[in-house]
């Protein structure tokens, strides 16, 4: 419930918090619960207004060396390839979006990369476990046991 503040030509239902004018009802404006004049109300909207989409990137996609050492980064360790390429490739920036981009591929390749060391290694781990088990069970190849 508002006070009313009556004066000789108006009656004023409240007064503006910014600057403390008194307001009847058709002048004032309501922002956040609290009362504006119409003079200050245009400049708290402008300091309360949310920032627009041209705003400065929240990341900055590197240059130079550091580029080309993330990019390796992204294929010896997949799963930070996948986190940078998150947040790279959801910014509003074009040139962020392709950094992303970029870093998913090299991901790819990475993956690609590890597959192949697994599968090479587990080949070769088989191959010396069949020679090594020949002679842990007692199986002994020499000659006349063809």
Avoid at 2 to 31: D, F, P, Y
Wanted: aromatic content about 14%; hydrophobic content about 45%; proline content about 4%.
């Amino acid at each position: 419930m508002a006070k009313t503040i009556k004066n000789k030509k108006t009656e004023h239902t409240a007064a503006c918090v910014s600057c403390g004018m008194l307001i009847n009802e058709s002048q004032q404006k309501i922002i956040n619960h609290k009362h504006y004049c119409k003079y200050c109300a245009p400049e708290i909207q402008e300091i309360l207004k949310p920032p627009t989409s041209a705003a400065l990137p929240l990341f900055v996609a590197p240059v130079g060396v550091l580029r080309v050492l993330t990019y390796i980064v992204c294929i010896f360790s997949p799963l930070i390839g996948f986190v940078l390429g998150m947040l790279y490739i959801s910014q509003a920036d074009q040139e962020n979006k392709k950094f992303g981009k970029k870093c998913f591929i090299f991901m790819g390749i990475g993956i690609a990369f590890w597959g192949i060391v697994f599968i090479v290694n587990a080949f070769f781990d088989l191959m010396l476990l069949g020679s090594k088990a020949a002679g842990m069970f007692g199986f002994k190849i020499g000659e006349g046991y063809y």
